[in-house]
């Protein structure tokens, strides 16, 4: 009776293993040196990208600096203010630390930094 149980319960962890997927940093990420200042489990310098997500998705209230989503983002759709805040750079929504990621100001990257977003902002969902 003893190994049924142990059986049921090895069978119940490995099914819930097979369900956690790990989810690694996209080479677009590390082309553009994303993850010199970002993980996406773990804050660095900048915040991790599952908070983040987490934020921007409406499953957590406040940045670490304690700003609504609203506050962070001036009322923009978060997709819209990322971009922008991605392209340009500055900080103040996570932390005192400025994001110094090659900055798209004039939009020769917009495609790309549009696919960073959308892995991040999918992170939570």
């Known amino acids: 009776m003893r190994s049924i149980y142990i059986s049921l319960f090895a069978a119940v962890i490995l099914m819930c293993a097979g369900k956690v ?3 690694e940093m996209p080479d677009l990420a590390k082309k ?3 993850s010199a200042c970002h993980a996406i489990d773990k804050k660095i310098v900048g915040p ?3 908070d983040v997500s987490k934020f921007y ?3 957590m209230e406040k940045t670490t600096n304690g700003k609504t989503l609203k506050e962070a983002t001036g009322g923009k759709a978060p997709a819209d203010w990322l971009l922008y ?3 340009n750079g500055g900080s103040g929504n996570w932390g005192t630390a400025s994001m110094d990621m090659p900055n798209d100001p004039i939009g020769k990257r917009q495609e790309e930094i549009k696919v960073l977003i959308k892995f991040v902002l999918d992170l939570a969902k």
């Open 32 to 34: 553009n040196r994303c």
């Open 48 to 50: 991790a990208w599952m």
């Open 21 to 23: 997927m790990a989810v």
């Open 57 to 59: 998705n409406g499953k």
């Open 85 to 87: 805040k991605v392209s």
